[in-house]
């Protein structure tokens, strides 16, 4: 995997550009905490959407059950904040920001290890199947942080310390992103289309299907758990009811609504669908149902080919003025 | 080349996205008053919800009929948590920020307060929470509570069944998906056996559960005298028919979660609750604000809507003693409340900012109607 | 003793209902090869019309009952030819994540009509509870006789209509292989229709009995109990009729007697069970192995 493409560092760039934008606008006071949170939730949910994006539009294996591992590293994360590493309000910048570090990467280490645990014998199940283990994982993730009472049970997490800002954020999705697109690019990638497209004829080509799939699960959960870590550090609570499987559809939704397979595409809607319902706050009844209406209009009737065509056409309208104004 | 414009389009979305939120920043000057409210509008709490909102609006009324306060009138902005801590945390800085909010009264349930307080105090706005688990408040300057905590009702009902009604032992059922029901189940708990009592089984059950037959035959066999479920008042009255249907004798015990126009009261006929104030206190402010809320409303009030009608009065209180919309100064203020009389009982808050005066009335359920049986005083 | 058997008789009563919306999932499963993620909406649906029949126009229980199951055969035809019917020749996974679209739309549609709302409602007392003692302490209600009952007869109907009946026959074929059914001139699409029919009579049934015996009504209540007979649908083999009977009955004693044992973690529990069965059997207890033609 090259990390230096043209691409890369284009990208990089124009990401640059908006974080700085962003974090000046921070700082001068000029952005409200209001819509600071929801940038940072539109950005964890990005993270969500993109790492499901590997499990199912890439690997394509039918997963309902990502929100248990955010729950993982959320609360795994959490612990190593509060009980491990002991940081509280009066913990000083230095010693601060690396813990945050490593409780992060604990949060997702053990959401990898846990997805590898439940990946040997559950993804030998073939669709449908597979389906139903995952949301009973899911579940059964739930039961059990109700039922951990020293991570407080049904009165959820607390006390944990504000530790996330843009900066983490931002900068956290970028790399999580950008790790999964290489992913995607490479080899590995690709053997696991090939697992996508027609299992049997990948395995007659040598393909280790099993262990691709394990592969792209595991990943896509280790970036769930820093997604879970990310937002327990924004709420300061991590309570099991934010983790059940109606947090998986809604993630599953994200992933179909911006295109299977796109990462760019969950992206834009993860942003899309987070700020939108904040936008809407006087209509929420009406969310609720226009959301799987969408659901079930972009499934059906597919207009992502065609949306993708017209903004094509505008960037090329804006081009051809660019060109014309300042020359190539 | 449509590459490097894609690549670039996402980062800029995002700042057009925010910036399209800069327009409307609220201030706190003005002609009016503005309060900020949160509560479950929608979702499994709607009710609730709907209790607290149309509370706070008598209150809000009543008091811009007075003159409002520092000479302007009082606004209430509503908000709806829907019950999920997240769109909780949301409302509240919306609330803060872009409305400008001076305080905010609510949330309830319980979990969303936890999760709203920590906002509070960064942002130096006082709320007043009208849930009762206990770690809400302890360590925040700027969080207040308009009622009684899990802790005071699970001792009052372990008293009221050990010494009223000399019950020897005890059997419990609660939700395990809500953390109001643990922690009365198990400071009941406690309590009843530091009284001498025995609890011969704690059962559980997952959160919107509909058969607890399973549970109560346990319950059952083990013969209790007393049986205490104190969940909220749509899961207490189907355990109540299936326990019934199951031949479970035992008296039947509750906790303030049950106090709703809801409540199966043909069911659990003869059973005891506590819960914030009786219908037939005497006390002239209760009365007042009883009296008040069903003319306006045409329905008696329940005990989120006293809760909530006393958080607003509590805000009301500490803005016009602290003769200003200035966060700390309010806050201060409200620290100092003392003795105000309030719809519930005289509010005298402590160091956590808690209510320390206000008595819990025991009701007994009878041929259709909730009775008056005594006050627990704290 | 009598514990086990109060335990059993309440196991017995809720696997029945879990066995009738089975029932229903492996039908539509063995047929298009779809999870209808949206069937436990339809137990949804008929409990509110049989509440809205009972208490809006005071038409008798009887006559709701039938009321209810006729709506939901009509709903779950609507389904079909509206949402899953354009994807029928699509990757399933689509058709699935259609299916989820559908169950969030009737449940958050049904939430915002008015006459059903956000609060819960109570089904009306129609059936008077009466105990009978049955030995020694154990009782059994004639809520759980009439459960027990009127599952019964429904699955003896549904195993006539399978068996002997000519739409039956077409039934079972265009399960069997639905290319070589049309090829031998049967009507897919009206079998499919038929097919969706049958699930939403006996879900709506389902959802009446459970409005009796669990008088709480939500727009979410058809969500946990689908979400269990799902499971048990394919604990028992999805796609095989005597499997699902099977899978729901079983489902619900193992969960009463886990919940009866050690309630806190009873629901964690039977999904372990679940997925260890998946492991061993993974088409489920009297499922058949499917080859896959390369």
């Known amino acids: ?328 | 080349m449509r590459r490097k414009y894609q690549n670039v389009i996402v980062p800029l979305l995002i700042v057009v996205l925010a910036s399209s939120f800069l327009v409307g920043c609220g201030g706190k000057g003005g002609q009016e008053v503005k309060v900020g409210s949160i509560a479950p509008l929608t979702g499994p709490l709607s009710t609730y919800g709907q209790s607290h909102k149309d509370a706070v609006d008598l209150a809000v009324e009543q008091i811009n009929e007075k003159g409002g306060l520092l000479g302007k009138q009082v606004v209430i902005v509503h908000e709806d948590s829907q019950g999920d801590p997240v769109v909780g945390v949301n409302a509240a800085q919306k609330l803060i920020e872009q409305d400008g909010v001076v305080a905010v009264v609510g949330p309830i349930p319980s979990k969303i307060g936890m999760a709203v307080a920590p906002i509070a105090e960064e942002s130096g706005v006082p709320i007043v929470v009208t849930g009762t688990s206990p770690q809400i408040t302890p360590g925040k300057d700027f969080v207040f509570r308009s009622c009684w905590t899990d802790d005071f009702q699970g001792v009052v009902m372990a008293k009221f069944a050990y010494e009223e009604l000399g019950a020897a032992t005890a059997a419990i059922l609660y939700d395990l998906g809500n953390d109001y029901a643990k922690s009365v189940s198990e400071i009941f708990a406690s309590t009843f056996e530091e009284l001498g009592g025995t609890v011969v089984a704690m059962e559980t059950h997952p959160t919107d559960a509909t058969d607890f037959r399973a549970q109560l035959t346990n319950i059952k066999a083990a013969s209790p005298d007393v049986f205490f479920f104190p969940d909220f008042y749509n899961d207490a009255s189907l355990i109540g028919r299936q326990a019934v249907e199951l031949g479970l004798e035992a008296q039947f015990l509750g906790a303030d979660g049950w106090d709703s126009p809801e409540l199966d009261l043909e069911t659990l006929d003869g059973a005891y609750y506590c819960s914030h104030f009786s219908k037939e206190d005497p006390r002239a402010e209760t009365r007042a604000f009883i009296d008040d809320f069903t003319a306006k409303f045409g329905a008696e009030p329940d005990l989120l809507a006293i809760m909530g009608y006393d958080a607003a009065l509590v805000a009301f209180d500490a803005i016009s003693r602290a003769g200003s919309v200035d966060g700390e100064a309010v806050r201060e203020a409200m620290a100092s409340t003392s003795s105000l009389p309030a719809a519930q009982g005289d509010i005298t808050f402590d160091e956590n900012g808690d209510p320390t005066t206000l008595p819990a009335a025991i009701l007994q359920i009878e041929n259709g109607s909730t009775n008056y049986v005594m006050t627990f005083q704290p | 003793m009598e514990q086990f058997l109060s335990q059993l008789i309440n196991g017995l009563q809720i696997g029945t209902i879990y066995a009738l919306i089975a029932l229903g999932y492996t039908m539509v499963y063995g047929i298009i090869k779809l999870i209808n993620f949206a069937h436990g909406d339809l137990i949804m649906i008929g409990s509110y019309v049989a509440y809205l029949s009972i208490v809006h126009f005071g038409v008798p229980f009887p006559v709701a009952f039938l009321l209810a199951m006729l709506f939901c055969a009509l709903a779950g035809v609507l389904m079909d030819r509206i949402a899953y019917r354009p994807l029928r020749h699509r990757p399933r996974l689509e058709a699935l994540i259609t299916a989820m679209g559908v169950s969030l739309f009737i449940e958050h549609g049904a939430r915002n009509l008015p006459f059903i709302g956000p609060s819960f409602r109570r089904f009306p007392d129609v059936v008077g509870v009466k105990s009978y003692p049955l030995v020694s302490s154990v009782v059994v209600t004639n809520v759980q006789i009439l459960n027990v009952v009127v599952a019964v007869v429904l699955m003896v109907i549904l195993q006539y209509i399978i068996r002997r009946t000519k739409i039956g026959m077409a039934m079972r074929a265009v399960s069997l292989d639905l290319e070589a059914a049309k090829l031998m001139g049967i009507d897919v699409d009206r079998v499919i229709a038929v097919t969706f029919a049958i699930g939403g009579c006996l879900a709506g049934a389902a959802g009446v009995l459970m409005g009796v015996a669990y008088p709480r009504l939500s727009p979410y209540m058809g969500v946990m109990p689908g979400l269990k007979a799902f499971v048990a649908a394919v604990f028992g083999g999805i796609g095989s009729i005597p499997g699902a009977v099977v899978g729901g009955v079983l489902m619900g004693v193992v969960e009463t007697f886990a919940t009866a044992a050690y309630s806190q973690v009873a629901e964690g529990v039977f999904f372990v069970v679940l997925v260890a069965v998946l492991l061993f059997r993974p088409t489920g207890l009297l499922g058949e192995p499917i080859a896959e033609k390369v």
Request: proline share 4%; net charge positive; charged share 10%.
């Open chain 1, 1 to 328: 995997m090259r990390f230096l493409t043209r691409k890369n560092i284009r990208s990089a760039a124009g990401i640059l550009l908006a974080y700085v934008l962003l974090q000046g606008l921070n700082s001068a006071g000029l952005l409200s905490n209001y819509v600071l949170f929801i940038i940072m939730v539109a950005l964890i949910n990005a993270i969500l959407t993109v790492s499901l994006n590997i499990i199912t539009g890439f690997a394509g294996q039918f997963s309902i059950g990502h929100a248990g591992f955010m729950a993982v590293g959320a609360y795994v994360s959490a612990m190593f904040t509060r009980f491990v590493l002991n940081v509280g309000p009066d913990t000083p910048f230095v010693w601060r920001e690396p813990a945050f570090l490593i409780s992060l990467f604990a949060g997702s280490l053990a959401a990898a290890l846990v997805a590898y645990l439940i990946g040997i014998p559950t993804l030998r199940l073939k669709g449908d199947y597979l389906a139903i283990a995952t949301l009973g994982f899911n579940q059964v993730m739930v039961v059990l942080f109700n039922n951990l009472d020293f991570v407080g049970g049904p009165r959820g997490f607390t006390g944990i310390p504000k530790l996330s800002d843009l900066t983490w954020v931002a900068g956290l999705t970028v790399v999580s992103v950008l790790i999964m697109r290489n992913f995607v690019r490479s080899i590995y990638g690709s053997q696991c289309v090939a697992v996508r497209e027609d299992e049997i004829a990948a395995e007659s080509l040598g393909v280790d299907v099993t262990r691709y799939k394990i592969l792209a699960f595991t990943l896509a959960s280790f970036f769930a758990g820093t997604a879970g870590g990310l937002l327990a550090h924004l709420l300061q609570l991590a309570h099991p009811s934010q983790f059940t499987f109606l947090k998986s559809i809604d993630i599953l939704l994200m992933l179909v609504v911006g295109g299977m397979g796109s990462i760019p595409g969950s992206i834009i809607s993860a942003l899309v669908l987070t700020v939108l319902p904040e936008m809407l706050r006087f209509s929420q009844d009406l969310r609720l149902v226009i959301y799987p209406v969408l659901l079930i209009v972009f499934v059906i009737k597919n207009p992502l080919p065609y949306l993708r065509r017209v903004t094509a056409q505008i960037q090329e309208r804006v081009r051809a003025m660019w060109v014309n104004r300042f020359g190539g």
